[in-house]
């Protein structure tokens, strides 16, 4: 299956061949950084958690480097915490509350995660995380801090709360998400490598997080319901269910999919906000850092949409896809090539007969002209599948 997905996207294999030739894996790039005793190891959990972000993250300049691993690794700690179910609700929400105070208690651990917890470790061994912490710039510390107060308060309401209206449904992913957004802007403003204005415009901030958020969540969908939990709001799930198991009964699967078109739509309404976002970004590491998510994320929710497969199971765009991303990933302009050719897809897949036809049109059709506006040839070029040979060789 692998070698026939190569065989009908060879553009895909010659960008993951120049990536293997460009990009040394996560762990190599470890040994070459000149980085050692706590710091080493908070990379080797950063590797451990996430070898996509450990890739990016450390690409960025050093003047962040270090700061962003740390700023993953203390939200990556908060999120283990929310995620485990063994942790009894009033502990839970005592540690989600105060875990910005414990980034200043030297040695502090947590070795109450349940057994199937897979960051566990990291936590066992968070104090090697506060010292570094503890080394990083004040202003650095004071983002980090604050961000993870307001995480952590927002995560400990949600322990009893449910998403039912749109409003829960965009504070939740605020929470999540958004704040992850506000916390990076300002850390990129302070550094001094952006324009202080990026860590003030937090609301286009907010919505880089809410669309990566709500594209996860949609995604995510049989997943979650299997495990017991849906963080699609309630407003939107029952007007096609009855109850969040029947969202992914094959028996009604018409309702299923109409649900699912109505959350691709919620999230594609900040693409406007992503464009301005990353328009905004200069430092290039910076902005492949803040753009590759998005690329991603662009890609998945055309995938998503109107797709019955997420109802399931876990759908991922391919890895050959995604690395072809990563490589085109590197101006404001080759990025909304990107978004332009999703876009195409999207407007391809959406079928008159969608009682969210004429919404998707509309997203869609402004996004592509706000695009081939700026773009200095206009409109991109739509290469189609016959043409891809010629592509890898011109």
């Known amino acids: 299956m692998a070698f026939l997905d190569w065989a009908l996207h060879p553009t895909e294999l010659w960008a993951a061949f120049w990536y293997v030739m460009r990009h040394a894996p996560p762990d190599e790039k470890t040994n070459k950084l000149q980085v050692s005793g706590d710091m080493r190891r908070c990379y080797d959990f950063l590797e451990m958690t996430s070898r996509s972000f450990a890739a990016v993250i450390q690409e960025l300049n050093p003047k962040l480097r270090d700061g962003i691993c740390l700023f993953y690794l203390i939200l990556r700690g908060l999120d283990t915490v929310e995620d485990d179910m063994t942790i009894p609700g009033a502990k839970k929400r005592q540690v989600l509350d105060t875990f910005h105070e414990v980034l200043y208690e030297k040695g502090w651990t947590f070795k109450e995660s349940g057994p199937d917890e897979k960051d566990a470790l990291l936590l066992v061994e968070f104090d090697v995380v506060i010292n570094e912490f503890m080394r990083l710039p004040d202003e650095y510390q004071e983002v980090i801090a604050d961000i993870t107060k307001r995480m952590g308060a927002g995560m400990a309401k949600y322990t009893r709360a449910r998403v039912h209206t749109l409003e829960d449904y965009n504070e939740y992913c605020h929470y999540v998400a958004g704040l992850v957004g506000h916390g990076l802007s300002r850390l990129f403003a302070v550094s001094g490598l952006e324009d202080k204005s990026v860590g003030e415009k937090l609301e286009l901030a907010n919505s880089m997080g809410l669309f990566l958020q709500k594209t996860n969540i949609t995604r995510d969908i049989n997943e979650d319901v299997l495990d017991g939990r849906c963080f699609w709001p309630k407003d939107i799930w029952t007007k ?103 876009l195409v897809q999207l407007e391809r897949k959406n079928d008159p007969s969608n009682p969210f036809y004429a919404q998707v049109h509309k997203i869609v059709d402004k996004a592509k002209k706000d695009i081939a506006n700026t773009l200095p040839g206009g409109a991109p070029v739509d290469f189609s599948k016959e043409y891809a040979l010629i592509a890898i060789f011109f």
Not at 299 to 316: E, W
Request: with cysteine.
């Open 240 to 342: 096609y269910a009855e109850n969040e198991e029947e969202l992914i009964s094959k028996q009604a699967r018409v309702k299923g999919i109409e649900a699912l078109n109505e959350m691709c739509v919620n999230a594609l309404e900040h693409i406007p906000d992503v464009m301005e976002y990353l328009n905004q970004i200069h430092e290039p590491s910076v902005f492949k850092f803040c753009a590759i998510p998005q690329a991603m994320a662009i890609a998945t929710i055309a995938l998503c949409y109107n797709n019955s497969n997420v109802l399931d199971g876990n759908v991922k765009i391919r890895k050959g896809e995604a690395l072809k991303l990563i490589s085109q990933s590197t101006t404001i302009d080759s990025v909304k090539g990107i978004f332009y050719r999703y």
